[in-house]
């Protein structure tokens, strides 16, 4: 197969939702139909399990194990697709953030009687900064569900993207009786376990008076009236609006029940893109290019403090990346070969000689990289789309042991290269202090600092509400804000200018106050 054929049947995506959406079963189903599993309950999850928030080495040790689940490769109808496993776990919401980052594509898992949940909201902001093409897949039919209408229009006003059904349910809960697919015409009943139509039997004309037969009178109208209203609202999937993340093609199903899966995963497999040209600062870096790029969206440590090695995963960009090759760490300018690169394909990781854009590939790493890192064949290119977001708690962090102050420099520096919170320091005590998404990541931070790097930190308190990154749109009134608001103001890793607000209101006041200043809540604007 030829270079351009390896990348146009790549697919890569990750799926998001809120927890307990139903994200793990579906990406179970997923992998099953692709062969790639073979029982269910084979995908040890990034999930993490409820009970275990106040544990959060249980959390760690659940990370550990799915490492090999952070990517899952498999082959369906001759397409080559890479899962991007998101972890559900709020606090660790800035993970799936930079995952994102490399996906092409997105599915959203949507609890149909939950409806739109603020994790799901969270990470559609996200897709609709990057553009990201989206699929809804609307999950649990077989609970009593919300009235799809409804669920429509809650999701075009929350998730703000127009919406475009291609499966239709049949009732819900205990009348639920299938999907009548719009995509490729054709009516899938539904009975506990996942059956479709009895062999032998399909019914492709919804005239067809099989219909009555299988779902009853009523629910035969109701289907007829409801498919005729949306053929009238909805006037088919526009292939380029769903790239272009206008519109969202809509599937309705039970991936408990493997219900309404195979058509989901066959409309996606002809629809969603293959690995899209990302921008870097000097340029846009097309999939094609026959030389290699790529760039770093996670980094996982090993745990262990005998073994302190990482794997950094990379998502190829363009051209071939091959194994025991020269490659330029464009951050460090230094040349960089990897004798070990591993690819996923479901749950097992193995050594490969070659890689396309759109796969993932696991890099031995003993502290060369860091989060948003660009490779290439010696071009100096970065990688744009990787941004920091304003961290919701922050503590200042205190060196506990003095004997050990060039550790906790190590320690604290290599912790948030992986991503693992954001270090900023107050320009006006030189105070430093840690940004994170969610509390447990203060425990892990100081757990890891003491098991991995012998060092002892103290925590203060801190009571701020964002951290926002200034765009000046004229130098002297940042001179001036600088001056004014010389307390609050902090550098992050890179030297950008980051304000501390500590209430939404000073935030407010501010923004009033200075107009020719951009308050971000992203790095990257
Ligand atoms: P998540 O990864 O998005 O957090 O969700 P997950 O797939 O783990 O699903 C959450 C719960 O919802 C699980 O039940 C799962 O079995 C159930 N579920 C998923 N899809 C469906 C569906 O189509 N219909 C119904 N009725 N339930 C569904 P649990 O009891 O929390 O966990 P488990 O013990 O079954 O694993």
Request: charged share 25%; glycine share 8%.
């Amino acid at each position: 197969m030829g270079f351009k054929e390896e990348i146009e049947r790549r697919r890569t995506f990750g799926i998001i939702s809120h927890p307990d959406a139903g994200k793990t079963t579906l990406t179970e189903k997923l992998l099953l139909f692709g062969g790639a599993i073979h029982i269910a309950g084979a995908v040890k999850s990034n999930k993490i399990k409820k009970t275990a928030t106040s544990d959060f080495m249980e959390i760690e040790r659940q990370r550990g194990i799915s490492v090999a689940t952070s990517v899952m490769g498999f082959e369906y109808g001759g397409v080559k697709i890479n899962i991007l496993d998101t972890p559900g776990h709020q606090d660790f919401a800035e993970d799936t953030f930079r995952t994102l980052t490399a996906c092409d594509c997105v599915i959203i898992v949507v609890d149909a009687a939950k409806g739109v949940e603020t994790q799901t909201r969270k990470l559609m902001q996200v897709c609709r900064m990057r553009k990201t093409p989206v699929m809804v897949f609307i999950n649990k039919l077989d609970r009593p569900a919300q009235d799809p209408f409804d669920l429509l229009d809650e999701i075009e006003k929350e998730l703000q993207i127009q919406v475009n059904p291609l499966s239709w349910p049949i009732g819900n809960g205990e009348t639920f009786r299938g999907v009548y697919n719009l995509f490729d015409e054709g009516l899938y009943l539904f009975s506990p376990g996942g059956q479709t139509l009895p062999e032998g039997i399909e019914i492709r004309d919804l005239n067809s008076p099989d219909l009555e037969k299988y779902v009853g009178e009523r629910a035969a109208a109701g289907l007829r009236e409801n498919i005729e209203l949306i053929r009238e609202v909805y006037p088919g999937i526009d292939r380029q609006e769903y790239l272009e993340a206008q519109v969202a093609p809509f599937f309705f199903g039970s991936a408990l029940n493997n219900f309404g899966i195979k058509e989901l995963l066959d409309c996606f497999i002809r629809i969603a893109p293959s690995p899209l040209p990302r921008e870097t600062e000097e340029r846009t870096v097309r999939a094609d290019e026959e030389k290699f790029t790529g760039f770093v969206f996670k980094i996982h440590a090993n745990m262990d403090p005998n073994h302190r090695d990482r794997i950094a995963f990379v998502k190829i960009c363009s051209g071939t990346f091959r194994r025991n090759t020269n490659y330029l760490h464009v951050r460090s300018n230094k040349m960089l070969k990897f004798s070990t690169p591993t690819a996923f394909m479901a749950s097992k990781k193995s050594i490969i000689d070659e890689a396309y854009p759109g796969d993932i590939i696991g890099l031995h790493d003993t502290g060369n990289f860091k989060i948003g890192d660009t490779l290439t064949e010696g071009e100096k290119l970065h990688f744009k789309g990787i941004p920091s977001f304003s961290p919701e708690l922050f503590k200042y962090i205190e060196n506990a042991d003095p004997m050990k102050s060039k550790q906790l420099a190590k320690g604290v520096d290599q912790l948030m290269d992986e991503g693992v919170a954001q270090l900023f320091v107050n320009q006006f005590n030189g105070r430093k202090l840690i940004g994170t998404v969610g509390a447990l990541q203060f425990e892990v931070i100081e757990y890891r600092l003491l098991h991995e790097y012998g060092a002892s930190c103290r925590w203060e308190n801190l009571n701020l509400y964002k951290a926002c990154w200034l765009e000046a749109l004229d130098e002297k009134e940042l001179a001036e804000f600088k001056k004014h608001k010389a307390q609050y103001m902090a550098k992050d890793k890179q030297g950008r200018d980051v304000f501390l607000a500590d209430s939404a209101y000073i935030l407010q006041m501010a923004q009033e106050n200075y107009k020719k200043l951009v308050f971000h809540f992203t790095s990257e604007f």
